[in-house]
């Protein structure tokens, strides 16, 4: 498989793409477009893999993207309902020099640094969840209004987590390798893994593939294992009264110790500290 070059639609009376994708439209595989992606989680929760992050997503949560930016939004179970409005635009969707206009700075400073992976936060995060359904449902002058107050609200606030920098895609032979690991990972993660399975499926020694990976995603295979598998003991502390260490076990972990430090790594917090934090505050800051 190759990495999918989205093609994003964009209708005759429109300047940007608005529309909500919902299952089976909203599954797509490793994939990268030159348009850049607010997008809402309406629907679902499972594992972001976004440029060389990874982590959970969950209904509610918003990402803004950055153009050529390759992510994949991968649901927990199969036969979950997944869905979101995802805008998709173009620097140039108003004009080639719109954004050079002194008033609008700040958010070409959004769309021009390298933090080009980001996830909405608190009060920000509410804001904008309020204004994308309407920019679905607008026509005209209004729509694009209503985006632009979306990029500047986004633009002044600090309230959003930066989730991956500046991100130099591979190329499309070794992004087929990678969406093959991912894929593999997605099936075994939760089971005891080796590098020398992981390195088999990707058909090469284990050297080369800790190599490999190191180099396009940014990190270890198993830091990257680390991920998803805390990302599922998260979703299951959230929507569970499971004890904690039927949650270990059932996120891949054999030992309370081992999952309990990388729990931390991650989380920097304890797993007990962010169930309850998290059903203090209705979701973790």
Known sequence: MK??????????????????????????????????ELILITEGYGAALIGDYVGEYKTGDIFFLGSGLPHWFRKSHP?????????????????????????????????ENDNNGILLQKKLKQTIAALIPQIENTKGLNRISLLLNCLQQISESKQYTVITKAFNPSSNKENSA??????????????????????KEAGMSIPTFCRFFKRNIKKSYFDFLKELRIANACKLLRESNEPILNICYNSGYNSWAHFSKQF???????PNQYRKLFKQNGEQS
């Open 3 to 36: 990495t999918l070059i989205q093609k994003i639609h964009v209708e005759d009376q429109h300047s940007f793409a608005c529309r909500k994708y919902r299952t089976p439209y909203f599954e797509t595989n490793w994939h990268k477009h030159e348009e850049y």
């Open 79 to 111: 036969k979950m309902t997944g869905s979101a409005i995802v805008i998709h635009f173009r620097k140039d969707f108003c004009g080639d020099r719109f954004f050079q206009l002194p008033e609008m700075k700040k958010i070409l400073w959004l769309l």
């Open 178 to 199: 990678i969406e093959k690991i991912f894929t593999w990972s997605f099936l075994h993660y939760l089971h005891p893994v080796t590098l020398k399975e992981v390195a």
């Open 264 to 270: 931390k790594q991650v989380k920097e917090i304890s």
